[in-house]
């Protein structure tokens, strides 16, 4: 079956624009994560959805940054007024359930300069 | 948190030897997973170990965890080109954290 899907591939944006950034989970999986890497660097984990609930936001960098999850499905990741540093590869991630025994399912990523 | 710490950061070897990787955490887990992650891709998971378990074998893979030390291991033995990636570990309870993972290039 179809993977996790992410798009755009890449995004060249203005700074102080806003950006979408979309993941489409695989059929079934009920959790749903994100992740931020910047380049050379390991994953920092944003936020998490079970079904369309995100119990821990903690992790987002700022208060620019909102994700949201609708149908237990499709999940959006907006960026408001962006900032060079928000530069990095954004990774979307789902399992099965929120369980630990359930791998992660990776997208692409979306790569995100702003300029 | 449970995030992992992969060690060395790099590490180039020539194609046929065998490549070891290790990962130290902090805190008390139930399982620890390996990922892959190649150039300007998303990761893919390898391997997964409980805590109850010591070692485990996927193919080419042999895995370790010592959960009294806090560490594991993943060695890939008769390394090939198509290996070269970077890996990383995630120790797990309810969520994923990962480290800065290991680098690792295999010269034909």
């Known amino acids: 079956g179809a993977g996790v899907s992410q798009s755009p591939s890449n995004k060249v944006t203005e700074k102080g624009k806003d950006v979408e950034l979309r993941c489409d989970p695989i059929s079934g999986h009920t959790a749903l994560y994100w992740y931020r890497q910047s380049l050379g660097q390991g994953l920092e984990f944003l936020i998490y959805?079970?079904?369309?609930?995100?119990?821990?936001k903690s992790g987002l960098p700022s208060d620019r940054f909102s994700a949201e999850r609708t149908g237990g499905s499709v999940s959006t990741l907006t960026i408001q007024r962006t900032q060079q540093e928000d530069s990095a590869v954004y990774l979307c991630a789902s399992s099965l359930d929120l369980g630990e025994y359930s791998p992660l399912h990776f997208g692409n990523g979306t790569r995100l300069t702003v300029t | 948190s449970q995030q992992g710490e992969e060690d060395p950061q790099a590490l180039s070897i020539q194609e046929g030897e065998n490549a070891t990787m290790n990962c130290s955490y902090k805190?008390?887990?139930?399982?620890l997973q390996w990922y892959r992650q190649n150039s300007g891709r998303g990761l893919v998971h390898l391997i997964l170990?409980?805590?109850?378990?010591r070692e485990k074998h996927s193919g080419r893979l042999r895995v370790t965890l010592d959960t009294s030390k806090k560490s594991s291991s993943l060695l890939i033995t008769a390394s090939r080109a198509a290996d070269t990636a970077s890996y990383f570990c995630a120790p797990t309870g309810n969520q994923f954290y990962f480290g800065t993972g290991t680098s690792l290039t295999v010269i034909p």
């Open positions: 805190t008390s887990i139930n399982n």
């Open positions: 959805f079970q079904g369309n609930s995100a119990p821990d």
């Open positions: 170990i409980r805590s109850n378990e």
